[in-house]
Protein backbone atom coordinates (compact mmCIF):
# COMPACT_ATOMS: atom_id res chain seq x y z
CA UNK A 1 0.00 0.00 0.00
CA UNK A 2 1.24 3.58 -0.62
CA UNK A 3 -0.20 7.19 0.64
CA UNK A 4 -0.16 10.05 -0.91
CA UNK A 5 0.72 13.57 -0.20
CA UNK A 6 0.47 16.45 -2.88
CA UNK A 7 2.28 20.41 -2.46
CA UNK A 8 2.53 22.87 -4.47
CA UNK A 9 -0.84 24.39 -5.21
CA UNK A 10 -2.06 27.91 -4.63
CA UNK A 11 -2.73 31.22 -6.26
CA UNK A 12 -0.92 32.75 -9.21
CA UNK A 13 -1.58 34.73 -11.77
CA UNK A 14 -2.35 33.87 -15.24
CA UNK A 15 1.09 33.21 -17.41
CA UNK A 16 2.34 31.69 -14.26
CA UNK A 17 4.03 28.80 -12.89
CA UNK A 18 3.57 26.19 -10.36
CA UNK A 19 5.25 23.16 -9.54
CA UNK A 20 3.41 20.46 -7.36
CA UNK A 21 4.85 17.55 -5.98
CA UNK A 22 3.40 14.19 -4.32
CA UNK A 23 5.00 12.36 -2.17
CA UNK A 24 4.60 9.06 -1.81
CA UNK A 25 5.08 6.65 1.59
CA UNK A 26 5.77 2.82 1.61
CA UNK A 27 7.56 0.61 -0.66
CA UNK A 28 8.77 -0.19 -3.92
CA UNK A 29 7.37 3.88 -4.86
CA UNK A 30 9.93 2.86 -8.33
CA UNK A 31 6.75 0.12 -9.44
CA UNK A 32 4.14 2.56 -9.26
CA UNK A 33 3.09 4.05 -12.80
CA UNK A 34 1.91 7.84 -11.43
CA UNK A 35 -0.71 10.28 -12.50
CA UNK A 36 -1.80 13.75 -11.93
CA UNK A 37 -5.25 14.15 -12.43
CA UNK A 38 -7.59 17.34 -11.75
CA UNK A 39 -10.94 18.24 -10.93
CA UNK A 40 -12.49 21.76 -11.76
CA UNK A 41 -15.66 22.66 -9.76
CA UNK A 42 -18.73 21.25 -11.27
CA UNK A 43 -16.85 18.97 -13.90
CA UNK A 44 -15.34 15.13 -14.19
CA UNK A 45 -11.87 14.56 -12.80
CA UNK A 46 -9.93 14.35 -16.02
CA UNK A 47 -6.04 12.66 -16.48
CA UNK A 48 -3.25 15.50 -17.00
CA UNK A 49 -0.02 13.74 -16.96
CA UNK A 50 1.43 9.71 -16.66
CA UNK A 51 3.99 8.66 -16.00
CA UNK A 52 5.38 4.88 -16.21
CA UNK A 53 7.68 3.03 -14.05
CA UNK A 54 10.34 2.99 -16.59
CA UNK A 55 9.98 7.30 -16.83
CA UNK A 56 7.80 7.42 -20.01
CA UNK A 57 5.65 10.04 -19.95
CA UNK A 58 2.05 10.86 -21.66
CA UNK A 59 0.45 14.00 -21.52
CA UNK A 60 -3.47 15.21 -22.18
CA UNK A 61 -3.95 17.88 -25.19
CA UNK A 62 -4.09 20.85 -23.14
CA UNK A 63 -1.30 19.93 -20.80
CA UNK A 64 1.30 19.77 -23.99
CA UNK A 65 4.07 22.02 -24.22
CA UNK A 66 3.25 23.96 -20.66
CA UNK A 67 3.06 21.15 -18.11
CA UNK A 68 6.29 18.40 -17.38
CA UNK A 69 5.92 15.22 -15.52
CA UNK A 70 8.87 13.82 -13.43
CA UNK A 71 9.84 11.65 -10.68
CA UNK A 72 12.66 11.03 -8.29
CA UNK A 73 12.33 8.03 -7.05
CA UNK A 74 15.06 7.94 -4.79
CA UNK A 75 12.68 10.27 -2.90
CA UNK A 76 9.63 8.60 -3.19
CA UNK A 77 8.15 12.21 -5.26
CA UNK A 78 6.53 12.68 -8.69
CA UNK A 79 6.21 16.12 -9.99
CA UNK A 80 4.15 18.64 -11.94
CA UNK A 81 5.86 21.51 -13.63
CA UNK A 82 3.41 23.97 -15.08
CA UNK A 83 3.73 26.90 -16.98
CA UNK A 84 1.88 29.51 -19.15
CA UNK A 85 -1.30 28.84 -16.51
CA UNK A 86 -4.44 29.93 -17.55
CA UNK A 87 -7.77 30.50 -15.68
CA UNK A 88 -8.97 27.27 -16.94
CA UNK A 89 -6.04 25.28 -15.46
CA UNK A 90 -8.04 26.14 -12.13
CA UNK A 91 -8.41 23.19 -10.04
CA UNK A 92 -7.86 20.57 -7.23
CA UNK A 93 -4.97 18.64 -8.61
CA UNK A 94 -4.80 14.88 -7.68
CA UNK A 95 -2.01 12.02 -7.94
CA UNK A 96 -2.57 8.69 -8.31
CA UNK A 97 -0.32 5.78 -7.73
CA UNK A 98 -1.26 2.96 -9.98
CA UNK A 99 0.21 -1.12 -9.87
CA UNK A 100 -2.20 -3.28 -10.37
CA UNK A 101 -5.15 -0.41 -8.22
CA UNK A 102 -5.04 2.73 -7.72
CA UNK A 103 -4.02 4.77 -4.96
CA UNK A 104 -5.11 8.59 -4.25
CA UNK A 105 -3.76 11.71 -2.80
CA UNK A 106 -6.00 14.44 -0.91
CA UNK A 107 -5.04 16.79 -3.83
CA UNK A 108 -4.34 20.66 -3.86
CA UNK A 109 -5.60 23.86 -5.36
CA UNK A 110 -4.37 25.33 -8.12
CA UNK A 111 -6.11 28.40 -8.64
CA UNK A 112 -4.75 30.40 -11.60
CA UNK A 113 -6.43 34.44 -11.67
CA UNK A 114 -5.64 37.76 -11.66
Keep these: QVQLVESGGGL ?11 AASGRNFEIYAMRWY ?9 LVALITSGGSTNYVDFAKGRFTISRDNAKNTVYLQMNSLKPEDTAVYYCSAVAGQAYWGQGTQVTVSS
Excluded at 38 to 46: F, H, M, V
Design 12 to 22: VQPGGSLRLSC
Design 38 to 46: RQAPGKQRE
